[in-house]
């Protein structure tokens, strides 16, 4: 089985407060990094959550990019008898970017500039990949124990029915 087909195996569900951990954890970060924006991603290339200036750049399209730019490098590392590489730096003239492994299914991709250093971006990243990795671990607990979401109550239908009725009516 790949790589690719193990994770879709083992999809995860995040819960609002999953979420609010990771922006919360990715606010923290960029306050203190000085970053311009930050994705949380899947190996997939799925967003999770993004904050900072994010309506300046695709988020969409840079997340599937950093996915398949992290894939081919993790080759890379095969051939080199690494298991993979955890971080991985692309510099531009304008704007960098940084991919750090979090957990064994995701990538925090960072995008920043002059007005912060490399340095800065990896100190950080640090202590926030540490803390999402918390939180994917977390959320795996929660899985493997079979813990749900609470239940929808039994007149959410019926109701969510009648709204649409009432919204179309008008």
């Known amino acids: 089985m ?12 995040y819960y609002e407060k999953d979420i609010d951990q990771i922006n919360g954890v990715l606010d923290e970060f960029m ?15 799925h967003m999770i959550a993004k ?9 969409e399209t840079i997340s ?21 590489f955890s971080v991985l730096f692309h510099q531009g003239k304008r704007d960098s970017l940084q991919l750090v492994l979090v957990g064994d299914r995701m990538l925090l991709a960072i995008v920043f500039d002059d007005r912060t ?22 959320a795996q607990k929660r899985a493997a124990s079979g813990e749900t979401q609470p239940e929808i109550s ?17």
Request: hydrophobic fraction near 40%; charge should be negative.
């Open 51 to 59: 904050r900072g200036d994010t309506l300046t750049f695709d988020m």
């Open 154 to 170: 039994e007149d959410y239908g019926a109701s969510a029915k009648q709204k649409l009725d009432d919204f179309f009516k008008s």
């Open 2 to 13: 790949s790589d690719s087909d193990q994770i879709r195996a083992q999809r995860l569900v």
């Open 64 to 84: 599937a990019l950093a996915a398949g730019s992290f894939a081919a490098t993790k080759e890379m590392a095969k051939l080199l008898g690494e298991e993979e």
């Open 117 to 138: 250093t490399i340095g800065m971006v990896r100190l950080y990243a640090k202590e926030a990949t540490e803390h999402l990795t918390q939180v994917l671990l977390d």
């Open 31 to 45: 306050r203190l990094s000085g970053a311009k924006c930050s994705l949380l991603i899947d190996k997939e290339g």
